[in-house]
């Protein structure tokens, strides 16, 4: 991968990126979202935001060797910080971290929001408390895609301010728009859960040490709610 070539993952994630974005990638790394997308002429205008200090060199190389410095700047850090009022940002991706980390990135700054950003999320696990954060604050889900990439499934979840939404708790576990989608790879994704869910849970069974009760019964839901849903679709 490089400016150039994106990974699958990435690019699936540059395929929500509105034309003439104001794009703030968070934990950029390398900067190759942002440069690819610039060199494409998708994006106007670009912040690249790293918290450390290894890929915030890597960012700002890149940038500075396909003589984008001018459009593309590079920030040290920590989460939306790296965002200021007169950038005027109308999309901020965050990739490749986990649902958690994203959320609490989006939620330590809220006011560095306008509202009006789109949110282009690739989080790597951890998509249920994102949703959940994502319905607390407002935000509905335009788009969501589960893709498979190097033996690791990865989902993405576009989602935009829209005043008050309701998401079932299936829909915050499996994601709204992917429960009604049920793509192959989504199915797939919940086949392979499903045998690591239920054998986790014979471990639980024959486990010396009592496991707490409140686990073994959210991962029983788990199970339940992913065999119906396999059940369905079958
Ligand atoms: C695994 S890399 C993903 C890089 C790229 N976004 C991608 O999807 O390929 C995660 C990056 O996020 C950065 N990161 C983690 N927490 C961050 C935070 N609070 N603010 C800014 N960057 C952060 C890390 O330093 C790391 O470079």
């Known amino acids: 991968m490089n400016q150039q070539r994106l990974s699958e993952r990435l690019e699936r ?11 703030a990638d968070i934990g950029s790394d390398h900067g ?9 002429g998708v994006i106007a205008a670009a912040v690249a935001g ?18 984008l410095s ?12 790296a965002i200021e009022p007169a950038d005027g940002i109308t999309a901020i991706s965050l990739c490749g971290m986990g649902g958690e980390t994203i959320r609490d990135i989006l939620d330590r ?4 929001l306008s509202g009006e ?16 954060w994502l319905m607390d604050n407002g935000y ?18 576009v989602a935009e301010r829209s005043g008050p939404v309701r998401y079932t708790a299936q829909e915050l ?23 690591l869910k239920q054998r986790t849970l014979s471990h639980f069974a024959r486990a010396r040490q009592a496991v707490p009760e409140e686990q073994v019964q959210e991962l029983t839901q788990q199970v339940g709610w992913i065999s119906e849903l396999l059940a369905q679709a079958g």
């Open 50 to 67: 790293e918290v450390a200090l290894t890929p915030f060199h890597a960012a700002q190389r890149t940038v500075r060797e396909n003589d």
């Open 32 to 40: 190759y979202l942002l440069v690819a997308l610039m060199k494409r």
């Open 117 to 132: 950003e789109r949110l282009i999320l690739q989080p790597n696990g951890g998509e249920q408390p994102l949703r959940l």
């Open 109 to 112: 700054d809220q006011a560095r």
């Open 13 to 23: 994630v540059a395929a929500h990126v509105p034309a003439d974005a104001r794009l």
């Open 140 to 157: 509905r889900i335009l788009a969501e895609e589960v893709l498979r990439e190097n033996r690791f499934n990865y989902e993405i979840i």
């Open 70 to 81: 001018q459009r593309i700047s590079v920030r040290l850090a920590n989460g939306l910080a």
């Open 173 to 195: 576990y499996f994601g709204p728009l992917q429960l009604q989608q049920r793509s192959p790879a989504f199915l797939a994704k919940w086949q392979r859960l499903l045998r």
